[in-house]
């Protein structure tokens, strides 16, 4: 089991970025694929993007593409989103969580949120001027 805790979020003006930060901890880590979600209110929550165990799989959003960048620290038990050009619909409340079978499709990991057994709180993005 793993236990996830989000960090780095805050109001930021479009255009402007973010890094948010996912500690982990539990045994489960080292072979489990993290992913970050989004949920806006009033809308279901949705993958964003996923990095398996070793980094060698990265997936992400079509909308994010090109601004979001994943990255995990293994030794420092972190995962990274960095967020440039932030937009106003980028907004909400983002969380990571952990899928220890490592689930893939094609071979890349999945942002199916079913996959996914533990979850952190979640940390508060705001993009507004």
């Known amino acids: 089991q793993l236990q996830l805790v989000e960090s780095g979020g805050g109001l930021v003006q479009p255009g402007g970025s973010l890094r948010l930060s996912c500690v982990a901890s539990?045994?489960?880590?080292?072979?489990?694929?993290i992913g970050w979600f989004r949920q806006a209110p009033g809308k279901e929550r949705e993958g964003i993007s996923c990095i398996d165990s070793s980094a060698a799989s990265k997936k992400y959003k079509d909308s994010v593409k090109g601004r979001f960048t994943i990255s995990r620290d293994n030794a420092k038990r972190i995962v990274y989103l960095q967020m440039n050009n932030l937009k106003p619909e980028d907004a909400g409340l983002y969380y990571c969580?952990?899928?220890?079978?490592?689930?893939?499709?094609?071979?890349?990991?999945?942002?199916?949120?079913?996959?996914?057994?533990?979850w952190g709180q979640g940390t508060q993005v705001t993009v507004s001027s």
């Open positions: 969580a952990g899928d220890p079978y490592s689930r893939t499709e094609w071979n890349i990991c999945t942002l199916r949120l079913q996959y996914y057994d533990d």
């Open positions: 539990g045994s489960s880590y080292e072979y489990s694929t």
